[in-house]
């Protein structure tokens, strides 16, 4: 688990001993150097020196772990296009609803097996893509393939474009269900040709993505669904760890009356237990029940499973993100870290605008940035992303891009322009570089999220704040 202090050290580009007084100060101790940093801690740390920390279970740590895992499907379409009819008749094939007296409970997710062991899919149970960027967002994605849903009488709608548009940007495989086939007025073949022509490339016309056409009400072409989404999985060789790290996200979450909060989720990987402590978003506790969809109590949960979790002190919220930890102190430790992150990013952005007569007539309305990222697409990405935060009020512009580290040239150019400099995927510039940074005053922002960095740039566009800290 995690990588050793001097790895994580060097990562952060720091002196081993500026990082033991780092973890000193947060209580943790190590007794070599060479032993490994825990995750949780690493993220502390990350914490503590405001620093985004991708900590990601190395996978590859240990090959006997790794298993596969079943695929976690989302469905997604236009308005009445037949939606949670298609999820209702799926979840009647469903694991929990083939056991005794069918009844399910919503938990955010159903299992589908297929018969003669012919794989499994997870479909998540909220249908429209609100859930599924909102899990973006916060760069939790729990989607491996998505069905996109066109109804068969109607033909592709601005919700489908959208739905498309959304599964493409997050490099989600798919599959169209082309719905109600069973209807008088049913039009497969043009409905196809509107696909083709929103640039989805059927199989059917040379393409790699497959149409399946299904009728919820009749039941008819479900199992190929099914059988097709399972190939899509498949191909993408889902694996994970049962013994790494807990790497989960909420689906749902509310506050019972009786058992206090509820979340349901998912995981990743790793495997969750009754009794350990967990960090769910700026909430955290100590797992008191686990429960399946068909309300089944369990000890412990494995990856691609819905579940219920009870035990949290707190209501989180549908894409948190779920991690489990040592100690209910460290999970403590975490959320303070967090809520004060929150809250010092909050008062930076409320901190008053310059009044007006102190703000360059010339510069108002506009911000220059410069952006420098790991590899060139992700540049061009990131500036795409970014000018799309223009708005009519405000303007943005990328002066520079560039790949690689945050260097002096930059800050030189930063200084003389007044422009911000964007980091995206890129390393800690190390102490030299920050220094000169502050004695410029030359705003650096680094992330590794990209909606996080849309956030920070937004808030700047709303404020347009100055330029120092
Ligand atoms: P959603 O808004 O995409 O979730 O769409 P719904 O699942 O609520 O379906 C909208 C309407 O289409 C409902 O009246 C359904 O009964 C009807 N519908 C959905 N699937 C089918 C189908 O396969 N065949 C027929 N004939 N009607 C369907």
């Known amino acids: ?84 009819t298609l999820l209702d008749s799926l979840r009647k094939t469903s694991v929990a609803a083939g056991e005794a007296g069918g009844i399910t409970q919503h938990i955010g997710a159903f299992v589908v097996e297929l018969p003669g062991g012919n794989g499994s899919l997870t479909f998540l149970d909220t249908p429209g893509h609100a859930a599924f960027s909102a899990m973006r967002q916060r760069g939790a994605s729990a989607t491996d ?35 109600k086939i069973d209807r008088e007025n049913a039009d497969p073949q043009r409905v196809k040709g509107e696909i083709v022509s929103m640039g989805i490339e059927l199989e059917e016309f040379g393409g790699k993505v ?16 099914e059988e097709c989404l399972v190939l899509e999985a498949e191909s993408l060789e889902l694996m994970t760890s049962l013994t790494g790290k807990v790497d989960g996200v909420v689906l749902e979450a509310k506050l019972d009356k009786g058992q206090g909060p509820v979340a349901t ?17 700026n909430q955290y506790g100590r797992v008191r029940s686990l429960r399946n969809g068909a309300g089944d109590s369990l000890t412990h949960i494995g990856p691609a499973e819905p579940f219920e979790l009870v035990g949290l002190k707190g209501v989180p ?51 220059n940035v ?25 303007g943005l512009k990328v002066v520079f891009m560039g790949v690689g580290a ?9 200084a003389a322009i007044g422009a911000p400099v964007l980091g995206f995927n890129v390393r800690e510039p190390p102490n030299s570089i920050a220094k000169m940074a502050k004695q410029k005053g030359v705003r650096i922002v680094r992330h590794r999220v990209i909606y996080h960095l849309l956030d920070e740039v937004g808030e700047m566009l709303t404020g347009l704040a100055p330029m120092e800290e």
Do not use: W, Y
Not at 48 to 71: Q, S
Not at 344 to 355: G, R, V
């Open 145 to 179: 393939v998505a069905v996109l849903v066109v109804a068969a009488d109607d033909g592709v709608m601005p919700q489908t474009r959208e739905a498309a548009a959304h599964i493409q940007a997050a490099g989600v495989p798919m599959v169209v269900a082309l719905t």
């Open 210 to 225: 497959q149409c399946v056409p299904v009728s919820a009400i009749a039941g008819e072409g479900l199992r190929e669904l």
């Open 370 to 394: 410069i952006v420098k990222a790991d590899v060139q697409g992700t540049a061009e990405a990131v500036r795409d992303a970014l000018l799309g935060l223009s708005t009519d009020a405000v």
């Open 317 to 367: 919220s549908a894409g948190d993100s779920i991690t489990m930890v040592h100690s209910e102190s460290r999970a403590k430790r975490i959320c303070e870290a967090r809520a004060e992150r929150e809250a010092a990013l909050k008062s930076a952005s409320a901190e008053p605008a310059p009044s007006q007569s102190e703000v360059n007539p010339e510069e108002r309305g506009h911000l």
């Open 265 to 281: 989720g998912l995981l990743k990987a790793g495997t969750l237990k009754v009794g350990s402590h967990v960090v769910v978003g």
């Open 1 to 84: 688990e995690g990588s050793t202090l001097t790895a994580f050290a060097k990562e952060l580009e720091m002196e081993v001993r500026d990082l033991e007084q780092v973890l000193a100060n947060l209580g943790e101790s190590l007794a070599s150097s060479e032993d490994a940093v825990p995750t949780d801690v690493m993220e502390l740390v990350g914490l503590e020196l405001n620093v985004d920390i991708a900590v990601t279970p190395d996978l590859n740590a240990d090959v006997k772990e790794l298993v596969r895992r079943r695929g976690v499907v989302a469905v997604m379409g236009h308005v009445d296009h037949g939606k949670t």
């Open 406 to 414: 945050i260097t002096e040239s930059d800050l030189n150019l930063s």
